[in-house]
């Protein structure tokens, strides 16, 4: 969805042109909003796709509140309990994002073995530098797990086992 000032109508010009999708003989972009900016085909099975998680997120959303909750509760408490972890996120009052450190491991490193073993997460300094030079995770930036709706508690295990294994 774009919002366009009616004075800032002529300021603006297509990212892509060809293909009117509302008028195929034309060969150039009927100068009518939102025709002018669409080019080819509508994404129709993108937009339904997204209408339907919108959707599923409104329908449920103390549901997936819950859940992620739960979830990452039980990831901080397990994440506690490792001597070599250091959690930067707080335990309470949180969106069900872990920002966490392994003593001597460099983000990226744990990033990339995470991966290795089938575990998404983001490593690095995540556009924040100040933050990581008040936190004094400057040297090796952060790692940061946020459980979803569709994880599970067996995938969080799996993750924390993940974990340990990095200083063994």
Do not use: W
């Not at 009052?93 to 983001?122: A, H, M, P, Y």
């Amino acid at each position: 969805v774009i919002v366009i000032s009616p004075e800032l109508n002529t300021e603006i010009s297509p990212l892509v042109y060809g293909g009117t999708g509302t008028d195929s003989l034309l060969d150039i972009q009927p100068y009518v909003l939102p025709e002018y900016l669409e080019s080819g085909t509508l994404n129709t099975v993108g937009i339904a796709g997204l209408a339907e998680g919108i959707r599923f997120c409104m329908n449920e959303k103390n549901a997936i509140s819950s859940k992620i909750s739960s979830l990452f509760s039980y990831a901080y408490s397990e994440l506690e309990k490792i001597p070599h972890i250091r959690l930067f996120s707080p335990k309470t009052d949180n969106v069900g994002i872990i920002s966490f450190s392994v003593d001597g491991i460099d983000s990226e490193q744990i990033t990339r073995f995470l991966d290795s073993e089938g575990i998404c997460v983001r490593g690095g300094f995540h556009c924040s530098a100040l933050f990581h030079k008040k936190a004094l995770s400057d040297r090796f930036g952060l790692v940061r797990v946020s459980p979803g709706v569709f994880n599970t508690k067996k995938y969080i295990f799996t993750f924390i086992i993940s974990i340990k294994r990095l200083k063994k």
